[in-house]
């Protein structure tokens, strides 16, 4: 059976700053569990396998059966169901939440975090499977357990039309169905095995234009592998990291996530990397075409792509761009005397490559950039030690469901999710109740914050400051985010107002101060948030996006979500420690809010960049706007955000958000009109803030009754669809949200709307 380890190291090549608190890494061990335990574990995998084309996101059963086994005791309250025809009482709402606290604090982890899937994506196991049949790995890294339950997650997640998505939910693509097509081979599946999938999965590759019409990042993944030429790529020249950082292009100024992925990338690209030509590889290169393979041409696929996948069309710029590199600049910088560029460049490619890995514990700062540092180290030295201390690390990626193992989007969103718990907890007023589930969180929190900033020079090597940050998983990932060191701020003022023998001692000052000083070296000229760091390039430098699957990636744009929880931080701290810098404090507040103000859609909505999509971006808008000092009644924006989402409510009282509002930028609700209890937590919390009960209570009453009436027996609260996004295009689980934010927002309606009533 499988059994998740939570701060947990155990092996000589993993290194830590904080004993690996919030590690997450499951282990299978086949003493484990009674016959009773494995025939429980197969009815989930069972039912989900039976219902996988209708209800596509685990539930996270496994996970959930062992903790509830592991933390039994925890008496639930009998369950509560409210008719159409009767009002809901204070009585009915404190039941429920105690119940889903009941259960919640079942989830935690000893180490005070709640863990969770943060799978989605489709195209990110493919490249790690690729990874380690490159450099022969493949087998060591991975038991023939792992390999099975990464088949059963592939297989789970194939369309009827016999294809693979970008992401779970997703309609077929080329990027999703040849490389998921391709990491079933590695993973030895044959080409006619799974029941007729394989051939299916074949059949969509070879009808919707062959592998030649994948995206570019798959383009890149088949040239390492073998399957594909490089001469059918667009250039990824690493001579671009010795430009003049003054040039608005220099890599340094780009997103972190886009320039942590294009530098290995460049590295292979500039190398021509290929790995060992396997039986299976000469296979594939028959599978994949619909020609022979030496008949394929080359040059006009680096610019093919499926409709399907086709997001961001390339614009006739970058066409020239490509080409010219293509066929004038390469061939001089593939001879001598430009191969000695080329050689500098790789060397200075491979110099950045080596401060993210040790400066993040060779976490790396995503799955995509994780793997492909790993094949760069193991490209320059395949008896490196870098590559060795990589090994261990891809275990923080995997998890495992009763869909199968997957890969996740990060190496988790730890502190993320426990900063949100927090707040929900004290949110219903029953915080001293579960005061020890707010102590552990509370020390996980504190054992997580970024202590130090990254050594050496951090203008050389782009980085921004992180000392007293928040990351969104782990300390050992420590990548600092602003939206991330904001709701750990607040989670920690909040604790820090209760009795300090329930939750334990608050955090000192000096951290506090530090976090502020994070935050406010984040802010924009223009008044807003990015993400990592400060935005420090221009919106037209997206015209160079080579990713046809994913949109505004080229730069840390200002996001409402990072700006709100900003004001939101800033504002619980200035009332707490009203001396420390309060004219920057009060300046930097005012700017957000105006921002906030500004990006505002003409419907009254937000746009979520980082969930789905407008529910959850005009939370945040609203609550930023409240917590810079306006109200409803002297502020239109916020009025107009609470006339939109009154519109949006679905019949049934709840709101019900689809991920094509994300995609198509245009509110969506879901198919047949249902409702989701995150989207409806969500709305809710936006208008009870906004005074909504004072004005007409009955839109919160229906909503609440939804939340009421779809809690489970145990507790537990039901995965319904996807609810992340980033990029605009590619959808990644929040599996904690279910459980959070009903909480939260049952939490506020009791104390504000019933209680105040």
Known sequence: ??????????????????????????????????????????????????????????????????????????????????????????????????????????????????????????????????????????????????????????????????????????????????????????????????????????????????????????????????????????????????????????????????????????????????????????????????????????????????????????????????????????PILMHWPGKRLREKALRTVMEHIHYEDENTRYICIGPVNKVLNMLCCWVEDPNSEAFKLHLPRLQDYMWVAEDGMKMKGYNGSQSWDTSFAIQAIIATGLGEEYGSTLRKAHSFIKNTQVLDDCPGNLAFWYRHISKGAWPFSTADHGWPISDCTAEGLKAVLLLSKLPAEIVGDPLEAKRLYDAVNVMLSLQNSGGGFATYELTRSYPWLELINPAETFGDIVIDYPYVECSSATIQALTAFKKLYPGHRKEEVEHCIAKAAAFIENIQETDGSWYGSWAVCFTYGTWFGVLGLLASGRNYNNSSSIRKACDFLLSKQVSSGGWGESYLSCQNKVYTNLEGNRSHVVNTAWAMLTLIAAGQAERNPTPLHSAAKVLINAQLENGDFPQQEISGVFNRNCMISYSAYRNIFPIWALGEYRSRVLEAN
């Open 1 to 330: 059976m499988w059994k998740l380890k939570i701060a947990e190291g155990g092996n000589p090549w993993l290194r830590t700053t904080n004993n690996h608190v919030g590690r997450e890494v499951w282990e299978f061990d086949p003493n484990l569990g009674s016959p009773e335990d494995r025939a429980e574990i197969d009815k989930f995998r069972e039912h989900f396998s039976k219902h996988r084309l209708e209800q596509k996101h685990s539930a996270d059963l496994i996970m959930r059966y062992q903790l509830s086994k592991e933390n039994q005791g925890i008496s639930i309250l009998p369950q509560v169901k409210v008719q159409d025809n009767e009002d809901i009482t204070e009585d009915s709402v404190t039941t429920t939440l105690r119940r889903a606290l009941s259960f919640y604090s079942t989830l935690q982890n000893h180490d005070g975090h709640w863990a969770g899937d943060y799978g989605g994506p489709m195209f990110l196991m493919p490249g790690m499977v690729i990874t380690l049949s490159v450099t022969g790995a493949l087998n060591a890294v991975f038991s023939s357990e792992h390999k099975r339950e990464m088949i059963r997650y592939l297989y789970n997640h194939q369309n009827s039309d016999g294809g693979w998505g970008l992401h779970i939910e997703s309609h077929s693509t080329m990027f999703g169905s040849a490389l998921s097509y391709v990491t079933l081979r590695l993973l030895g599946e044959g080409a006619n095995d799974g029941q007729g999938a394989m051939e299916k999965g074949r059949k969509w590759i070879l009808d919707h234009g062959s592998a030649t019409a994948i995206t570019s990042w798959g383009k890149m993944w088949l040239s390492v592998l073998g399957a594909f030429e490089w001469s059918g790529n667009n250039p990824l020249p690493p001579e671009i990291w010795l430009l003049p950082y003054i040039l608005p292009i220099h890599p340094g100024r780009m997103w972190c996530h886009c320039r942590m992925v294009y530098l290995p990338m460049c590295y292979l690209y500039g190398k021509r990397f290929v790995g060992p030509i396997s039986p299976t590889v000469l296979s594939l290169r028959k599978e994949l075409f619909t020609v022979p393979y030496h008949e394929v041409d080359w040059d006009k696929a680096r610019n093919e792509c499926a409709k399907e996948d086709l997001y961001y069309p390339h614009p006739l710029v970058q066409d020239i761009l490509w080409a010219s590199l293509h066929k004038v600049v390469e």
